[in-house]
């Protein structure tokens, strides 16, 4: 259900080398300097805090297959077919070829509840799927993309996506190092805005233009929605859970993020008194969380607080839980402050 979730399929996965094979082919792996690079500020000077980037190391992941696919670089290769006029491969040593962009984006699970961390930003390198698919003659109506893993996962998203400005990539540096092979080695996808249960595939092995009502990918048939925007959401982090800060000065802080459009505002809630905005971290890009603080001054007592996010066409983030959260958790999140 979240960022490039795994099955195995039916069909055996090919050369299932040795984990220290795969991972001394990854170590020969040179990454290309990146032809387009986003600058990435330094994260905001407030302990816990969520950083800007988010180590790979303690990057989440939502995988359903049992082992990790091992996968020969050395052999691989990526396929492009469906409804296309010129059915494509590439090697990974073509790949490693073609211009690459180095860019911040912010990957989110379709299960991550309001306030949890299912979510994350990477600095990710590859190749813009539009530049991937430039040559190969999408028939009309080939409005779906659906990647498929080497063991078999499938997930499908709208062909617009890769042409409608957003950053859709096929990745393989992640961090700037070769993807790790937990995280989809040789290469995976990454595309701006979507959850990842709809297109963050890893370990990829083929891409198929295919229409929106001929095919169903593997989360879609066990019933979750076929589209799949991330949901503009607002995130608590300081003071943490079970912290008891003093009274007098306090910060509060944390992340938000509302992939496309960014975030313009955050506004924090002390009890039922008025939404009061806080002071906004540096902008990365639209694709990126961004951090936030708030300056308050409170006297001994206990509090709730609550927080939620402004995007940058002005709308404001629901309160209204989701019962069936199908396409994502709505809400706004909220933490329970003892000032001693």
């Not at 912290?243 to 000065?249: D, L, N, Y």
């Not at 001054?297 to 404001?316: H, K, S, T």
Request: with cysteine; glycine share 10%.
């Amino acid at each position: 259900m979240g960022a490039g979730a795994t099955v195995i399929g039916a069909r055996a996965i090919g050369n299932r080398l040795p984990s220290q094979a795969t991972n001394a082919a990854r170590s020969r792996v040179v990454l290309p300097p990146a032809a387009t690079a986003a600058p990435v500020p330094s994260s905001l000077p407030v302990a816990n805090i969520t950083p800007l980037i988010t180590p790979t190391e303690k990057f989440f992941r939502i995988d359903t297959a049992s082992l990790t696919p091992q996968v020969d670089v050395d052999t691989w290769k990526l396929r492009i077919g469906g409804r296309v006029a010129t059915p494509t491969e590439f090697s990974f040593a073509e790949l490693l070829a073609l211009p690459q962009v180095s860019l911040p984006i912010t990957l989110a699970c379709v299960s991550n509840p309001v306030g949890g961390d299912l979510i994350g930003t990477a600095v990710w390198q590859g190749i813009e799927l539009k530049n991937i698919l430039a040559n190969v003659g999408i028939e009309p109506g080939a409005d779906q993309l659906v990647a498929t893993s080497v063991d078999g996962f499938t997930a499908g998203f709208p062909t617009s996506a890769v042409f409608d400005g957003r950053k859709a990539l096929l990745a393989i540096g992640m961090n700037g190092e070769p993807l790790p092979v937990a995280n989809g080695f040789p290469a995976r996808l990454i595309v701006e805005g979507l959850f990842g249960y709809v297109s963050a595939t890893k370990w990829l092995s083929s891409l198929d233009l295919r229409t929106w009502d001929e095919f169903n990918a593997y989360w879609i048939k066990l019933g979750w929605s076929k589209e799949g925007p991330v949901l503009p959401s607002a995130r608590i982090d300081v003071p943490k859970v079970g912290e008891k800060p003093a009274s007098g000065p306090v910060t509060v802080a944390g992340v938000a993020w509302a992939p496309r459009s960014g975030v313009s505002a955050v506004e924090l809630q002390i009890d039922e008194g008025e939404w009061q905005r806080c002071e906004l971290g540096p902008a990365v890009t639209g694709s990126t969380w961004r951090q936030w603080t708030f300056a308050w001054n409170p006297q001994p007592g206990n509090y709730r607080l609550r927080a939620r996010c402004v995007n940058g066409d002005g709308e404001v983030q629901t309160g209204q839980p989701t019962v069936n959260p199908d396409a994502g958790n709505t809400g706004w999140h909220t933490r329970k402050i003892t000032i001693s």
